[in-house]
Structures are given as C-alpha cells and as structure tokens.
Nanobody, 126 residues
Framework: QVQLVESGGGLVQAGGSLRLSCAAS????????MGWFRQAPGKDREFVAA????????SYADSVKDRCTISRENAKNTVTLQMNSLAPEDTAVYYC???????????????????WGPGTQVTVSS
C-alpha cells in the first residue's frame, strides 16, 4: 500500500522560510513525478512544483518559481520543497503527490497524480 506523509509545515512570519518534506512508502517513484500542491481556504487546489528524478525534469508554478526549490532523494524515496521569502498568500494546506503513470504526463495537472498525502498546514503571518 502506497503512503505519502508530509512534514515540516507550521507558522512562519512573512519573509521567512520553511522546508517541507514528503516520505513515500510502498513503492518507488524514480520514473514518476512527485510534487506539491496547495489549497487555501475557499480556493481550488493548485500546483506548486514537481520533479521527476529519472530525467531531472522540474516544473514550478509562476507564483513560486523564484522562491521555491524542489528536490528528490531517490534512495530515500523522498521529495522536499524549500520555500523562501514566504508571504501571507502562501498560507495553505500543502499536499505531497506522486504519479502512478510514467512517460508523457503533465506534471502540473492534479489528475496526473494517483497518490496523495494528508497535507500539512503552512501559515504565514504578516
């Protein structure tokens, strides 16, 4: 059974940094995208960042691309999101996700991902 578990969320002041981590178990995802989405209250879930370890393909949402870095540690089956210069509009529940399908898929679409973590809350105070 595949499980994804996020950690690292919390409360931070505007301008601060947080590092989110996600540990996967049950299978490996070397050839699959792993990524992060977020959902703020009253808003749709939105793409943040994704990475495919096998070819190092990486995608970022425009809203975070200059402030966030996604990284994979394949041996540990983990994906990490380093977030800097956080702003109140970054407040959301952040979800780790992993795709089941390999090959030509869209890393920014939620429908690409079959596996999801329970989410971790990130709150940025002004």
């Amino acid at each position: 059974q595949v499980q994804l578990v996020e950690s690292g969320g919390g409360l931070v002041q505007a301008g601060g940094s947080l590092r989110l981590s996600c540990a996967a178990s049950g299978r490996t995802f070397s050839n699959n995208f792993m990524g992060w989405f977020r959902q703020a209250p009253g808003k749709d879930r939105e793409f943040v960042a994704a990475n495919r370890w096998s070819d190092s393909r990486t995608s970022y949402a425009d809203s975070v691309k200059d402030r966030c870095t996604i990284s994979r540690e394949n041996a540990k089956n983990t994906v990490t999101l380093q977030m800097n210069s956080l702003a109140p509009e970054d407040t959301a529940v952040y979800y780790c996700a992993a795709s089941r399908v390999v090959g030509r898929v869209s890393p920014t679409s939620a429908t690409t991902y079959a596996y999801w973590g329970p989410g971790t809350q990130v709150t940025v105070s002004s």
